[in-house]
């Protein structure tokens, strides 16, 4: 660890999942691979942290298409031998019962310590609490949530680490500063709001979900069962978390300072909790990809060189048009035009926008101009987003020369898309899409982004140079008919006419992507900034003076 490192405060990054390798099925989606990122970008900068989370022996799902088009989940138990046996067992108790959670660590995949609680240990009642990532239903997801943050706690304790900052990573580990309250007043005799107060100075809190319906909350009682109250009060609980509580009002309660995950989703995250009495203050701090794992080492020479990028470009291509081949038996064409959309199947992310007006797709489709791939996978308990996935498959079988599907969305289709695609749609309706990380990847390999102007894309798009934008960030109740007017607008007036007839233009814009995207949207630049803004405290803040956290002044 480097000298600079040494000054900086030991930081415990608490999250559900952590998305390190395809191989390694511990994650279900962006939130698990920012995780995955962050982790690689602190080993990266030799920042000391380490990670915390959960083995989760039977992945989040395997999710494959029926012989009637619909997508069907299967659960296969993992083994994980690379995993280095901490000697640690830690307890926690559950329903009434003392529930033993094995420490393991994960060094594998270039990152810092990860620490992850395996409750599939002999003796255990309840070992399948760490089987299903998001498995089951309310009960299994507060005995997760304690799993993680209680178990986790402790765990750190165990292990000798001396933290110096918790970071909770969306508002799943929050138990965990219950029980550093609980600590605090059993063992150094601290009256609850002193403890809460102390606690507090060590915990920073990221939301994510820009939506107020889709934020985790639990009634009472429930939590009560569980043990998730943990030795407080009804009253102390409700203080953190409100009724029914509040993941998020409680991460929010719980730290010194949140951050939403892109400028604009900081606006929008300090408009939605706004009303939240005693909430810390929320900062943005954008995310960014780790660029060993994602970036094309060729590409990104290329650029460095001032050479040839499109001839990496087209080996890209041309990989991801043979594994396409492999999967589905389908063979594209690397001179057409293609678009990639891959995301977790979600009604707001608005997969089949494009094919809102079949009259102006299809000509594009059976022509040969465009070919469009899609993936994604939905949860498994969303019977809606199932639909999704049903509806982007049926659109393979419709156009079964042009578009096609690929099952089973993972880091490797990922990692495919994001760099054999020549362009990266992204039509969510705004405000609702958070960061959006796969089209930084996409950036970063010279993929170009088409985009409404959400999540990250604002502080990326420079129309007609690194991108294209779709819409002019109108959030009214039409906005699904505006946007899909500008989509086609800017489709068939600038981004097919470029790339068929002006690629000196469009390899300048894949290198002005590249260029804009490499450091500015890199996991490291991320890790700094946490470092900077939210884990160091402002000299101002450590004199007495009021430091104000949204500009760090």
């Given amino acids: ?26 994650y279900s989606g962006g939130l ?70 094995k420490v ?5 995949y270039g990152n810092v310590p990860l620490y992850l609680l395996d409750t599939n240990v002999p003796g255990n009642a309840d070992i399948f609490i760490t089987g299903q990532l998001y498995g089951w239903f309310s009960e299994e997801r507060i005995a997760q949530e304690m799993v993680l943050g209680i178990a986790g706690v402790k765990a750190l304790q165990a292990l000798g680490i001396d933290v110096d900052v918790y970071h909770f990573n969306d508002s799943h580990p929050v138990v965990a500063g219950i029980e550093l309250i609980r600590q605090k007043m059993d063992n150094e005799g601290m009256s609850f709001e002193a403890a ?31 043990g998730a109250y943990n030795g407080l009060t009804y009253g102390q609980m409700l203080k953190i978390g409100g009724e029914p509580f509040s993941m998020t009002v409680a991460g929010l309660r719980l730290s010194r300072i949140a951050n939403g995950v892109a400028q604009l989703h900081g606006e929008t995250a300090r408009k939605m909790w706004a009303h939240v009495d005693g909430a810390s203050e929320i900062l943005a701090i954008t995310n960014g990809v780790h660029n060993g794992t994602w970036q094309d080492s060729k590409v990104l020479s290329a650029v460095k060189e001032n050479g040839d990028v499109w001839a990496p470009h087209i080996e890209a291509k041309k990989a991801m048009i043979e594994e396409i081949y492999n999967r589905n038996g389908v063979k594209l064409n690397e001179d057409v035009l293609t678009i990639g959309f891959a995301r977790r199947a979600a009604p707001y992310k608005r997969g089949d926008l494009i094919f809102t007006k079949k009259e102006v797709i299809e ?35 419709t156009y079964p020369n042009a578009v096609v599907f690929l099952q089973n969305y993972d880091m490797k289709i990922g990692k495919m898309l994001t760099r054999g695609c020549d362009v990266w749609l992204n039509n969510p309706r705004r405000p609702l899409e ?30 007609g140079v690194t991108g294209w934008q779709i ?13 899909m007017e500008s989509l086609y607008k800017v489709l068939l007036e600038e981004v097919v006419p470029t790339y068929y007839d002006n690629r000196a233009k469009w390899v300048e814009m894949m290198k002005a992507s590249i260029n804009m995207s490499t450091w500015k949207f890199s996991a490291l630049r991320m890790v700094e900034e946490y470092y900077k803004l939210m884990y160091t405290k402002p000299e101002a803040d450590a004199k007495g003076e009021a430091a104000c956290c949204c500009c760090n002044k």
């Fill in 32 to 101: 698990g691979i920012l995780a995955g990122d962050i982790i690689k970008a602190a080993k990266d900068g030799e920042f000391p942290l380490v990670g915390v989370g959960i083995l989760w022996r039977q992945g989040y799902c395997t999710q494959l298409i029926g012989q009637d088009g619909k997508p069907y989940d299967c659960y296969p138990a993992y083994k994980y031998d690379f995993l280095e046996d901490t000697g640690v067992v830690v307890s926690v108790k559950i329903r009434g019962r003392q529930v033993k959670c």
């Fill in 1 to 26: 660890m480097n000298n600079q490192a040494k000054k900086q405060p030991t930081v415990a990054y608490f999250c559900m999942e952590f998305g390190l390798h395809e191989d390694f099925k511990i």
């Fill in 363 to 397: 000509p594009l489709l059976k022509e040969g101009k465009l070919q469009i791939i899609f993936s994604g996978k939905a949860h498994p308990n969303d019977l809606t987003g199932k639909e999704i996935v049903s509806v982007m498959y049926q659109m393979s079988k």
């Fill in 471 to 483: 819409g002019d960030a109108y959030e009214g109740e039409d906005q699904d008919l505006v946007d």
């Fill in 196 to 226: 809460w107060e102390l606690v507090r100075e060590k915990i920073v809190f990221t939301t994510h979900t820009p939506v107020v319906a889709g934020n985790e909350v639990h009634e009472h009682e429930l939590l009560q069962y569980m």
């Fill in 104 to 108: 393991w660590k994960c060094t594998e």
């Fill in 434 to 463: 958070a960061s959006g990380t796969s089209g930084m990847k996409a950036a970063m390999n010279g993929v170009l982004n088409f985009s409404v102007l959400d999540g990250w894309w604002p502080e990326g798009c420079e129309h």
